[in-house]
């Protein structure tokens, strides 16, 4: 059974940093693509920022330069760090996993944490 759970979430101020992490179970962790996503109030689910299994990265303009995605395969987590929080960053963050192959894609979520930005 796959499982893919978020930690991290929390409360914190303008200008504050938090570590999101997400540990997998039951996949290959190594073979998959992994993204954090996120859904403010209202709003629909966004891309965050994602890495593939060969450690390239991507971000959603609004975060460059502010939060940084790795991961970690021996511990089969990946990781987001996240810096100079904005209000705006409040959201529940969610970890995602990806593998295509040319049989099929596998699409796995996490339940969410909630990251809360405010004063």
């Known amino acids: 059974q796959v499982q893919l759970v978020e930690s991290g979430g929390g409360l914190v101020q303008p200008g504050g940093s938090l570590r999101l992490s997400c540990a997998a179970s039951?996949?290959?962790?190594?073979?998959?693509?992994m993204g954090w996503y996120r859904q403010a109030p209202g709003k629909q689910r966004e891309l965050v920022a994602a890495i593939t299994s060969g450690g390239s990265t991507n971000y959603a303009d609004s975060v460059k330069g502010r939060f940084t995605i790795s991961r970690d395969n021996t511990k089969n987590t990946v990781y987001l760090q996240m810096n100079s929080l904005k209000s705006e960053d409040t959201a529940v963050y969610y970890c995602?996993?990806?593998?295509?192959?040319?049989?099929?894609?596998?699409?796995?979520w996490g339940q969410g944490t909630q990251a809360t930005v405010s004063s």
């Open positions: 039951g996949i290959i962790f190594s073979i998959y693509a």
């Open positions: 995602n996993a990806v593998l295509v192959t040319n049989l099929r894609k596998y699409d796995y």
